[in-house]
């Protein structure tokens, strides 16, 4: 395989693997460890993109020559489809965790042996210039990335760098009205703290029911016997992600490690905090649950 030849199989594969891997990710919902779920339309729309740009790409490579018949030249159109799509159609029916995985390196494989014989030649003079490495290597790093990176959602631990709020700068009247038409015990912590922030008289929520999950956090500006319930708030992407705490007196029971999820029920009092008026969970029960599917809230 020539220098040419190489270039091109390069880019056909890590056109593919980030394809694959993207399918992958929105298959398994995995997707929205990273990304704002509104973005989902797009990411199929880049995934369908780039499926094209692998498929025109090969065929390209595969175009006849006065020596090929076209009948050989239509099977090899037929092949090249098939061992591009067939990963796709593997997560499609799903299956164990291999199974895809093989499927990508059979459509690899079988693309890396239809270019060891080019499929049409070019002279000294029009040979196209292969991709620099230095190209290849920056088109190959978010796939890399995506390969190597842990699929684990943010936990208490990245508190330490990002903090933790007790208020929301997110919302206008609307999502507020939005937050006030869920009934009590559905309300999230995202939609507590808003209620909180903007309204004026925050004694109208005394009382209430709470039921809301979320990680354990325990915060030094908290006395003993209290912890945060909290969770991620994600506006874009998990680059953007800021944390949102609520405090939960444990009224009996151990109080769990940092990073237990946990369902906490109770009624809703108010303290203060910072010379803040946060909204106070009076918890008559906290129990441990595993994290949900959707780990992030959405403003």
Known sequence: MNQENRSFFAQYAITTGIAFLLVEKLADGKLSYYINTRFFPLTVFAILVLILMACFS?????????????????????IAFFLILFPYFLLSIGGTGWIPLAGLLVSLAGAFLMLIPAGHTHSPAKKESAVPSLSLIFMSIPLIIGLIASEQP??????????LSLTSALG???????SLKVIEDDRTILDWIKLFNYSEDHAQYAG?????????????????GQF?????????????????????????GKIP???????????????TIDGKTVPLILASSIETVNAPEQPYLYP
């Open 58 to 78: 090969i065929l390209r490579r595969l175009q006849p020559t006065q020596s090929q018949p076209k009948i050989r030249n239509f099977f090899k159109y037929l």
């Open 154 to 163: 943010l936990s208490s631990s990245a508190l330490d760098n990002r903090g």
């Open 172 to 178: 206008s009247g609307q999502t507020v009205n939005s």
């Open 208 to 224: 209430s029911s709470v039921n809301v999950i979320g990680f354990v956090y325990h915060d030094a500006r908290l006395p003993e």
């Open 228 to 252: 945060m319930v909290s969770r991620f708030i994600i506006t874009c992407c998990v680059a953007d992600a800021f944390a949102l705490g609520m405090p939960v007196e444990a009224t009996t």
């Open 257 to 271: 490690e940092d990073n237990t999820w946990v369902n906490v029920k109770g009624s809703l009092d108010i303290t």
